[in-house]
C-alpha cells in the first residue's frame, strides 16, 4: 500500500465526513446564538431589597423637590445652626453672637448687614423674613426731645413688676423676645404645675433664650407662693407621675423602683439618691411633692 492511499477516501467516506462537519458547524452556531439564562436570586435579602426600592425611589424624589420653609423670625436671635441653614459663614454668625453679648440689637437689614458683612445677595434671600418688633417698625425716623414743664430731663416710665403667677399672656408678650408660642408655653407650664415658686423655673421653660429670661426676671417676680399642686410621691403610679413636667420616663420608673425597694421616699435626701434625678432642681420640685 503506497503512501497516498491513506488520503484516498471512498464516497461514503466523504460523505460522512462532510456530514460529521455540518454537525461540527450546526452545534458551534447553536452555541455562538444560544440564550444564556441566569437563575433568578430567590434570596430573602434580596427581596427585601426590592420592597425598599419603590420607598428609596420616593425619598430620592422627595429630596429633588424639596424646598427648605423659612418662617418670619427676628435676625437678633439666629443661633449658629440658624444661621448656618440659611447660608451664613462662620466668621458672619461669629459677630452678630459677639455684639449680642453685649445686649444690643440691629434694628434693620441695613444693621445687619453692616454688622456682619453678608453679601448683597445673600441679604435679599434673608431680609423678606426679618421680623422686628412693631416699636421698631413704628419708631420716628428723627428723634426730638420733648418738652416737659420744669423738668429738665423727662424721667424714664418705672417699671412696674408683675407676680408671674398673676401674668396674662398679653402681659408676658410685652416682653421683648416673646411671642404667642412663647407665652402660651409659659402659661401651660404655670397650669401643670399649679404656679411657680421661683423665677428660675424659666429656665425649665423649652424655647427661652437667656436674654428673654433676664428680661422676665426684671418684670416679674413671684409674690405670693402659690398653693401648687402637690404630687404624692409615694402613691402615685409610673403613669401619674408623668404627667409632673420634672418627671419623665425612665425617672418615673426609677423612683417607682427606688420606693419599693426602700420602703417609700421620705424627704428631699432620698430624692438625690434615684438614679438621674435632676439634683440641680432638687429644691424647686420638693416644693411640690407630698410624702
Do not use: C, H
Not at 57 to 71: M, P
Not at 95 to 108: A, D, H, P, W
Not at 155 to 177: F, W
Not at 252 to 281: C, Q, W
Amino acid at each position: 500500500m503506497s503512501k497516498n492511499d491513506f488520503f484516498k477516501f471512498t464516497a461514503t467516506q466523504r460523505a460522512g465526513i462532510f456530514l460529521l462537519l455540518l454537525i461540527i458547524v450546526g452545534i458551534q452556531i447553536a452555541y455562538y446564538f444560544r440564550e444564556v439564562k441566569f437563575e433568578e436570586d430567590k434570596s430573602l435579602e434580596k427581596q427585601e431589597w426590592l420592597s425598599l426600592q419603590s420607598q428609596i425611589d420616593t425619598a430620592k424624589v422627595e429630596k429633588a423637590n424639596y424646598k427648605q420653609t423659612i418662617y418670619p423670625f427676628n435676625p437678633n436671635f439666629i443661633t449658629d445652626f440658624k444661621g448656618y441653614k440659611l447660608g451664613m459663614s462662620t466668621a458672619e454668625i461669629d459677630r452678630l453672637l459677639e455684639f449680642r453679648k453685649k445686649n444690643l440689637y440691629v434694628n434693620s437689614a441695613e444693621e445687619f448687614q453692616a454688622l456682619t458683612n453678608v453679601s448683597d445677595s445673600l441679604l435679599a434671600t434673608m431680609a423678606p423674613y426679618f421680623k422686628f418688633p412693631d416699636w421698631v417698625k413704628n419708631k420716628k425716623q428723627s428723634k426730638s426731645f420733648e418738652n416737659y414743664p420744669n423738668q429738665a430731663y423727662a424721667k424714664k416710665e418705672k417699671i412696674q413688676i408683675i407676680d408671674i403667677n398673676l401674668a396674662s399672656q398679653e402681659d408676658l408678650i410685652k416682653v421683648y423676645g416673646i411671642g404667642q408660642g412663647l407665652s402660651e408655653r409659659i402659661l401651660k407650664q404655670k397650669d401643670m404645675l399649679g404656679g411657680f415658686i421661683s423665677m428660675e423655673q424659666m429656665n425649665d421653660v423649652w424655647g427661652l433664650s437667656p436674654e428673654v429670661i433676664e428680661k422676665l426676671n426684671a418684670q416679674f417676680k413671684v409674690g405670693v407662693i402659690p398653693n401648687v399642686k402637690k404630687v404624692k410621691i409615694n402613691d402615685a403610679s409610673a403613669k401619674e407621675l408623668q404627667l409632673f413636667p420634672y418627671f419623665r420616663y425612665p425617672l418615673n420608673k426609677e423612683i417607682v423602683t427606688y420606693r419599693s425597694m426602700n420602703n417609700g421616699i421620705k424627704n428631699a435626701d432620698d430624692l438625690i439618691k434615684i438614679k438621674g434625678f435632676p439634683i440641680d432642681k432638687v429644691k424647686i420640685i420638693d416644693k411640690y411633692l407630698e410624702y
